[in-house]
């Protein structure tokens, strides 16, 4: 039973690019959330996932969308990187059909901006 | 605005005995509070939780006492273990959306 699995493991960007970020849900979720965690600091929720529309948002920038396929896997792009958006990206999938569900996290990409 | 938080950036604990480690929020909405657990490299692995409407849950030797008169959560690890020598979250859920604290680094000596 494959969990969550996130690609790629490592990137490095300049500023101004784009970026692509993919996640693969825990097998029987629905729901998938992303979170970026900067250094010594918690995950930081950008936005959730459901039926493949956007449910909750966080306080992030327009630049930061996503989206999610029917298959319930899902991207992360950020556009016009800054270099404060350098840190570890989380994926973190859900059942909707739990009835209180815990919400189980991949690996992350460590997204690097010089 | 940070929700929830964790004052404590790291803890030491000799093996045997009991880690506590704490967590306060400030809004009375959250529903449901969780703890997870994170090795370097690795993401965060969920321990354990408790809904708004309980004051304690036991999952073997981890234990979750929620205070809410006094929005505070607090982790009891007895006995602790060198194995549990890692970074523990706190999070709390407002309908679907998660709010984390910085995190308190656990350390337990042999």
């Known amino acids: 039973d494959a969990g969550v699995t996130q690609s790629p493991t490592h990137l490095i960007k300049t500023r101004g690019q784009q970026v692509t970020l993919r996640c693969s849900p825990k097998s029987g979720h629905d729901t998938v959330s992303w979170y970026q965690q900067a250094l010594g600091q918690g995950p930081q929720f950008i936005f959730q996932?459901?039926?493949?529309?956007?449910?909750q948002r966080g306080n992030f920038p327009d630049r930061f969308s996503g989206h999610q396929f029917p298959n319930y896997s899902s991207e992360l792009n950020v556009n016009a990187l800054l270099l404060g958006d350098s840190a570890l990206y989380l994926c973190a999938s859900s059942s909707t059909r739990a009835a209180a569900p815990p919400q189980h996290f991949g690996d992350g990409t460590r997204l690097s901006i010089l | 605005d940070q929700q929830v938080k964790q004052n404590s950036p790291s803890l030491s604990v000799q093996e045997g005995r009991i880690s506590i480690l704490n967590c306060d929020y400030t809004n009375s909405m959250f529903d449901y509070f969780l703890w997870y657990k994170k090795y370097p490299a690795e993401g965060p692995t969920f321990l354990i939780s408790i809904s708004s409407i309980k004051d304690k849950n036991e999952d073997g030797r981890f234990t979750v006492f929620l205070n809410k008169s006094a929005k505070h959560l607090s982790l009891h690890i007895v006995p602790s273990q060198p194995g549990d020598s890692a970074v523990y979250f706190c999070a709390a859920s407002d309908f679907n959306k998660f709010y984390f604290g910085s995190g308190t680094k656990l350390n337990v000596k042999p």
């Open positions: 996932y459901y039926e493949e529309e956007e449910r």
